[in-house]
């Protein structure tokens, strides 16, 4: 069964530092999404793209953050500058263009101290 | 400001038994709802998603949506403890759009 891919799994970086995370949506999807998760909350959006650009964004998607699909097969979340509130899973998603159900990858855990 | 809101739980049940879960939503304009578990450290894994009003049945699963009341829950009938996760309600605002995700109920099912 087809599936979002994301790596790392996991990385810890210092604060201030700048971190990539990556995606590899299901194939024939258009719509892709990042989601983060804190410790204990709530799933949180940051953003959905689609047709190469932002489509939505959150108000905590702010100017750290910014994602790029390069090459046509990976989708990135850039973080630069990294806060230790930071530190959550992020998960990548998507879907296809006309259905609703959004398909979720493993995450990636952030650590930042 | 759009809210999904479930019970935190824990929810706890004997094995066999019937785990109803329960979320309301704050926007009447919704428009499609699902159903995701989580496990501890693991991503979303999607159950089943409901438009219309009404019941919609999947194996153990059945999902009931009042919009009126702008109200969905979850019934897992024959609860096994390997249905021991958060359960969490994620709403649809617009096609094609983000989900707003509920906090999550926690089950547990007890042998």
């Known amino acids: 069964e087809p599936e979002v891919t994301q790596t790392p799994s996991h990385q810890v970086t210092q604060m201030g530092q700048e971190v990539i995370l990556r995606c590899v949506p299901i194939s024939n999807h258009l719509y892709f999404y990042w989601y983060r998760q804190i410790l204990g909350q709530k799933v949180e959006f940051l953003v959905s793209?689609?047709?190469?650009?932002?489509?939505?964004k959150s108000e905590i998607f702010d100017d750290q953050f910014s994602v790029e699909r390069p090459d046509g097969s990976n989708f990135t979340l850039k973080i630069r500058s990294t806060k230790l509130e930071d530190s959550a899973m992020y998960f990548c998603?998507?879907?296809?263009?006309?259905?609703?159900?959004?398909?979720f990858g493993e995450g990636s855990w952030l650590t930042v101290v | 400001q759009k809210e999904v809101e479930q019970n935190s739980g824990p929810l706890s049940v004997p094995e066999g038994a019937i785990a109803s879960l329960n979320c309301t939503y704050s926007d009447r304009g919704s428009q499609s709802f699902f159903w995701y578990r989580q496990y501890s450290g693991k991503s979303p894994e999607l159950i089943m998603f409901i438009y219309s009003n009404g019941d919609k049945e999947d194996g153990r699963f059945t999902a009931q949506l009042n919009k009126a009341s702008q109200y969905v829950s979850l019934l897992i009938r024959d609860s096994q403890p390997s249905d021991s996760a958060t359960y969490l309600c994620a709403v649809n605002y617009n096609q094609g759009g983000k989900l707003i995700f509920g906090q999550g109920t926690e089950l547990s099912v007890k042998p």
């Open positions: 998603a998507s879907r296809t263009g006309s259905g609703n159900t959004i398909y």
């Open positions: 793209f689609y047709n190469n650009e932002i489509s939505e």
